[in-house]
Every structure is written in structure tokens, then in C-alpha cells.
């Protein structure tokens, strides 16, 4: 039995002060549909511009996770999306008044305690998991990390840590499933070593920083004098050197005495839930940060597009018949040689259309297109590709031998690698959005054997015959 998707039942709001910048803001999670994804929407900015979770709007990993979309930032998202990618929940919008997630205890705590008070629900559609197949390694020579994605039945993280510290050598932490999150990491908090704090103090960072959201840890010998000194700085107050227990500087002790690096599971958690679908793999990470977890989830969003793509490549069998051949094509389109430039249409249903045409060195653009070595125009791969799509258009009328398709715009349009003399381009044409007025709004891909050559969004206009 199929895994469902899951929203919140209800909307709940929760606020705090942003770690770094140290300004109040409000949080809001709100249910959202099947196949939404996480999303933020930045209500304090004109028009309420949405920043979709996703790893190619991150722009900065330098003290945490930055993501930003179109000129809307939104700063340390990590947390809040572990807690949410912890919970198993697969759709949410997240509306912040403020450009930095709320801090809270440095941990996902709070916020997994507000999901749950929301509620979570199923929705009908399933679950997307990716599983990994092959291993996917990014390595960080300069700061010794790895992180390794391995194949596996279910996710789980393994993580180990080193520091240069009498308080902090070595250590391990493992989560076995993703339904112990809520127990074993949520409440492990963000920390921090005493050597890094006054740099970052006095890089303007951590304005919301106090002993009550993060774990300091002294990772060197001081004197009174110095912790007096780095208190001041901190904003707290004075604490006795003999005081100090097991070098934490907190008054409060660890929850767990690996919880620095369960806390690292959760930052891999909340990074990698930008990859906009939950994994199948085991994780194993030493000395990891939140650049390298951007880039294993950038690695790993590579193949799962290549694979997608092969996946969505169309099956082209040269002994099926096709639906439409070359005469009842130029019974619809009003195109001729040399710009006829579809063979025959193999698959069509009332929202998808499948062509083909099959280049041979006979073609009338091969005499001045590079003649010494052919390449087919990338404007007539697009000309080939608006023909199939005018057939699927054509179609959504009783009498289209009476209607013209004229292309008004195309977008996006990205040429993957050059189509030469012997290839058969297959293309895919698929409606984005029901036709309305007559216009019609269309993603073409175009492929030959399973490698994606070039693709586009097409808007054309359905038109009477005058």
C-alpha cells in the first residue's frame, strides 16, 4: 500500500526573534494542496511574492541556509524545515512577516510541537519518494567533510563530527527512521564554539543569539577575564569559571550527550528537504555543514532529472502504425515542403500529443547550415515542435481543417545538444493549462533516444479560416 501525501488540518502561528538579525517575526503555517510542496510567502512585501523550498534558489550557506526567489530572501530555513520534513509532511505554505525564520530554542522543537497542535492529515495523491539506486559522494577537501548517499529501504542518518576541543573530539549520532525525528533530534539544539562567537559578533551576525537558543561550548582555555569579556559581548551575564560544567557555558546542560551532532542530523534534514520530495537512502556524513548539504542535494537533484528525463523520454516502436501519417497531416496543417516538418503523430490524447520526424541529410537547411559538418537549426527544432503542437490544439475542434495555429510567444526555450543527419527527433507536447478563448499554452520537449534535446513553453492562438 501506497505512502499519501500530508498537509496541517489547520493554520497555527508561532513567533520568536531571527538568529542573525535579531528582529521579531511571526510564522504561519497554512495547509496546502497535493503536489504544493513547501513554500514561503513573504506577507511584508508588496504583492506577497512566494520563495519556493527548493535547492537551486539557495544563495547562501554561510551561518545557516538562505533561500531566495525573484528579490525575496528568507534566512535560516533549516529548522523549521526539518521539523516539517521530520513530521513526514509533504505539503505547506509557510507565511513569514520577516525575512529570518524565528529562531526559537535553536532546535525544531517548538515548531514540530505547533505542527502537531495544527494537526496532519492525508491527503488522496501519493507520496514521491525518490530511492536512491546508485551512491552519490561530495567531498570538501579543504574542510575534511564527506557526505555519501548510499541505496537503502528507508531513509536514515549517520553522522559523525570532530573538533579540535577537549568538550568536543568526536562524535556520533544516528537516526534508524525518519519516525524517531520527533523524539531523538527535534529538541537537539543549534551551538555554537566559543572561539567562533566574538568573530561572529563582530561580523554583525547572531544579533538574536543568547544562551537560551544556542549551546556554547568552550572549545578552549579561558580566564575569567576573557569569559567575562565574551559575556559582555553576548549581552549575558557574568558566569564563574568554576561554574562551568562539562564545558558548556549554558546554564542548562546537553539534552543528550552527543547532541551537537543530532543536531547535525536535523541540519541535514532541513537542507536536503529542498530537494522537493522525500528520499529512500542512508545518509553518512563527517564534518558536514550546510554547503556540503546543498551540494550532495544539488548532485542528488541532477540525477533525479536525468533520470526523470529518460523516464519521460516517449517510447518510439517503428512498428506500431501511427495514429496519423503524412497525408493526413497536411490534411490539418497548411505547412508544405521544405517547411513540413512532421512525419507522423504516434500517440494523442486530449491533453498530450507525440510526433516524430525523422532527419536525413536530404534536408533543405543542410546546404547552408554548417553543409561541412549539418546541424539542424535550433529555430526549426522549434518550428517541428509548434507543428505537433498545432496538431493537439487542431484537435480540441470538430472541423479543424477550417482553423490556423498561430504561435504568439515562447518561453524558456534551452537546446540541450546538436541534432545531426540520422537522428529521429520525438516530440512531446503537453497542455500546462486548460485552452481558454482560444489560446493555448503548451510544454514541448524534444528527444531523441532517451537524451532531451532541446524544450520550451509555447503559447499559440487557435484561428478561424477567414
Known amino acids: 500500500m501506497s505512502d499519501k501525501q500530508k498537509t ?85 505554505l509557510i507565511e513569514l512577516n520577516n525575512e529570518e525564520v524565528p529562531i526559537m530554542d535553536g532546535s525544531s522543537k517548538l515548531f514540530v510541537e505547533k505542527l502537531l497542535e495544527a494537526g496532519i492529515t ?11 539506486k546508485n551512491n552519490v559522494i561530495y567531498t570538501d577537501e579543504n574542510n575534511d567533510a564527506e557526505i555519501v548517499i548510499i541505496p537503502d529501504s528507508k531513509l536514515n542518518v549517520n553522522v559523525v563530527i570532530e573538533y579540535d576541543s577537549e568538550i568536543v573530539l568526536s562524535q556520533h549520532a544516528y537516526l534508524s527512521k525518519l519516525s524517531d525525528f520527533k523524539n531523538e533530534i527535534a529538541n537537539c539544539r543549534t551551538f555554537v564554539l566559543l572561539s567562533e562567537l566574538e568573530i561572529l559578533l563582530k561580523n554583525n551576525l547572531i544579533k538574536g543569539g543568547d544562551l537560551s537558543n544556542a549551546v556554547v561550548i568552550l572549545d578552549k582555555q579561558v580566564n575569567q577575564e576573557e569569559l567575562d569579556r565574551i559575556a559582555k559581548l553576548f549581552g549575558e551575564r557574568t558566569k564563574k569559571l568554576e561554574d562551568i560544567k562539562n564545558g558548556i557555558l549554558n546554564d542548562s546542560q546537553l539534552n543528550y550527550p552527543n547532541e551537537p551532532a543530532r543536531h547535525k542530523i536535523l541540519d541535514i534534514l532541513g537542507d536536503l528537504a529542498l530537494l522537493g520530495q522525500p528520499i529512500k537512502g542512508r545518509i553518512i556524513a563527517k564534518k558536514t555543514g550546510h554547503n556540503s548539504n546543498v551540494q550532495i542535494g544539488k548532485k542528488l537533484r541532477e540525477v533525479i532529472k536525468k533520470e526523470n528525463l529518460k523516464t519521460n523520454a516517449p517510447f518510439y516502436d517503428i512498428n506500431i502504425p501511427p495514429i496519423m501519417d503524412i497525408t493526413q497531416i497536411k490534411k490539418l496543417l497548411p505547412h508544405r515542403y521544405p517547411f513540413l516538418l512532421v512525419d507522423k503523430i504516434i500517440e494523442m490524447t486530449d491533453t498530450t500529443v507525440i510526433g516524430v520526424k525523422n532527419v536525413t541529410g536530404n534536408e533543405e537547411f543542410f546546404n547552408g547550415h554548417f553543409p561541412k559538418e549539418p546541424v539542424m537549426p535550433g529555430v526549426l527544432q522549434i518550428e517541428a515542435m509548434a507543428q505537433v503542437g498545432g496538431i ?34 520525438v516530440f512531446k507536447l503537453e497542455f500546462i493549462s486548460p485552452l481558454r478563448r482560444g489560446l493555448a499554452n503548451m510544454r514541448g520537449q524534444a528527444f531523441v533516444g532517451d537524451s532531451l534535446v532541446a524544450e520550451g513553453e509555447l503559447l499559440a492562438q487557435i484561428s478561424k479560416n477567414i
Open 8 to 92: 496541517i488540518q489547520k493554520e497555527i502561528k508561532i513567533s520568536g526573534k531571527g538568529l542573525h538579525s535579531g528582529k521579531q517575526v511571526e510564522l504561519t503555517f497554512k495547509p496546502a494542496p497535493e503536489n504544493h510542496g513547501y513554500k514561503f510567502r513573504r506577507v511584508d512585501i508588496e504583492g506577497q511574492p512566494i520563495v519556493n523550498a527548493l535547492l537551486e534558489n539557495v544563495v547562501d550557506t554561510s551561518r545557516g541556509t538562505t533561500i531566495e526567489e525573484k528579490g525575496a530572501k528568507v534566512i535560516t530555513v533549516e529548522h523549521v524545515l526539518a521539523a516539517i520534513y521530520g513530521l513526514e509532511i509533504d505539503n505547506i
Open 122 to 132: 492525508e491527503q488522496n495523491e501519493d507520496k514521491k519518494y525518490y530511492t536512491i
Open 392 to 425: 493537439l490544439v487542431l484537435s480540441t475542434v470538430p472541423d479543424p481543417e477550417n482553423y490556423t495555429t498561430l504561435f504568439l510567444k515562447i518561453d524558456g526555450v534551452r537546446f540541450k545538444r546538436k541534432v545531426v543527419p540520422g537522428d529521429t527527433l
